[in-house]
């Protein structure tokens, strides 16, 4: 695909050097040359220096015959601009990176795609639901959802107490029906379990299982359940606030945040509790009640500051703690550290934007923050190639492992003598080089 990208911000240089692996023909668009030039040195993209909504800069860039324009500039009136731009001047698919809601709303989508606008992305208001969605759990790192919830896939830090540690594959004792383990993240290294493998206390679990069986991957992984009912946030950025609108009524926040004419803002616009200060001094935590919460969320827009905080909560005992990590090479260093659960922007919005890049089965691509690594849900097609045998006899690559199957609306695990049936959505779980392998597959 020949794919033009306006914005080398944070997910737009991030999505770039993704798609830069799967020989497209990318074009990264923006006004700063400092910004093109350490872009273009780390990927094999083309870099061009130009206006997002100038008409010579878009058809320099060969925007008319552009099978994807993707809008990921600080500015939403910028994107949205762009992406009308674009489309009439020819390019087939446009997404637009905004932060209003009100965008997102069904009736107003038929009015956007007129204007030229086919899909929107907002990835603090995903961030925010994410934040939600592990607060929720509290037991768990990683959430992801696939057949509106019919699977489920969890990732797990399982400690000494874990009934499935040191179990190797081959013995049997996975052979069940109620959870499945596609990938297991040990340091810095991803594997996807063979008979020979096993799970060693510290590791990071993938589980995918319905949604129902949460309660058993829950015990199997010996971890506790406790109610999330204070909360104190760090930084008042859109993603905080997001989050306090997706959060139930019952629970009492506190937002943290230095900038004070920040905290005025956020005063006049939000019902809860906002404190002028730095959410790494300790004095401070402990004076506004660190010691008596339950989750502690830092979300400023500095991902040390976040990491540092979380850390210092940690130290007060904090059960769950969540931290806005926006660089990728800190993830694996922050995990080892064991601060808790981490979410990144640009992970999420790629997810979305992966997806455009794939042909019409693959209906969700999920990025995971702790692996290298994406899930996958497609729909099988009658004649597909993964219809034709068992799972045990596909031949699938080492970096590829099918988790589970949505047949008929429920969900349920795979195992070797599970045969894909056409219209089922199967959920496959692949390192991020494997996701191209699995389109043979699904021919027919």
């Known amino acids: 695909m020949k794919i033009i990208i306006a914005g080398a911000g944070a997910v737009g240089c991030h999505v770039a050097k993704m798609l830069s692996h799967e020989q497209h023909d990318i074009v990264l668009l923006d006004m700063d040359e400092d910004k093109l ?28 015959s552009a099978d994807l324009f993707i809008a990921v500039t600080s500015f939403e009136s910028v994107n949205m601009t762009a992406c009308m731009l674009a489309k009439n001047l020819g390019a087939k698919k446009t997404l637009a990176r905004i932060d209003n809601y009100e965008y997102l709303q069904p009736k107003n989508k038929e009015f956007l795609n007129k204007l030229g606008i086919d899909s929107l992305i907002y990835p603090e208001m995903l961030a925010a639901t994410e934040i939600v969605q592990i607060l929720r759990r509290s037991w768990i790192r990683e959430y992801r959802t696939f057949g509106d919830g019919a699977l489920v896939l969890v990732c797990v830090k399982v400690r000494n107490n874990s009934e499935i540690i040191d179990k190797e594959f081959k013995t049997g004792f996975f052979n069940h029906d109620r959870f499945r383990i596609v990938a297991v993240k040990r340091h810095t290294h991803t594997i996807i379990p063979g008979g020979d493998d096993q799970i060693l206390a510290n590791d990071l679990v993938y589980f995918i299982c319905p949604k129902e069986n949460l309660e058993v991957v829950r015990r199997a992984a010996g971890k506790s359940v406790f109610d999330i009912k ?30 004070r004419e920040r905290c005025y803002e956020l005063t006049e616009k939000l019902d809860v509790l906002v404190i002028h200060g730095d959410g790494r001094n300790i004095d401070l935590l402990r004076e506004e009640g660190i010691e008596d919460t339950d989750a502690f969320i830092a979300v400023t827009d500095d991902s040390e500051t976040n990491v540092l905080a979380c850390l210092a ?132």
């Open 313 to 444: 909560a940690k130290r007060f005992g904090i059960k769950k703690s969540v931290a806005d990590v926006e660089n990728l090479d800190y993830i694996d260093l922050v995990d080892n550290v064991d601060i808790g659960t981490l979410i990144n922007k640009k992970l999420i919005a790629a997810s979305h934007i992966y997806q455009l890049t794939l042909d019409d089965d693959a209906l969700d691509v999920q990025c995971l923050t702790f692996s290298d690594a994406e899930v996958v849900e497609f729909v099988v097609q009658p004649g597909d190639r993964i219809t034709r045998a068992k799972v045990r006899d596909l031949n699938l690559p080492e970096n590829i492992n099918i988790g589970g199957v949505i047949r008929n609306g429920k969900g349920f695990v795979v195992n070797g003598n599970t045969l894909i049936q056409p219209n089922d959505h199967v959920v496959i779980f692949c390192m991020a080089a494997g996701v191209r392998k699995l389109a043979k597959y699904f021919n027919r």
């Open 37 to 64: 030039q350490d872009i273009g040195s780390q990927c094999d993209i083309m870099t061009e220096v130009g206006s997002a909504t100038s008409f010579a800069d878009l058809l320099s860039c060969g925007v008319g």
């Open 230 to 259: 204070n909360i104190m946030i760090m930084g008042g950025s859109r993603i905080a606030v997001k989050t306090l609108q997706y959060l139930p009524d019952d629970v009492n926040v506190k937002i943290i945040e230095k900038d």
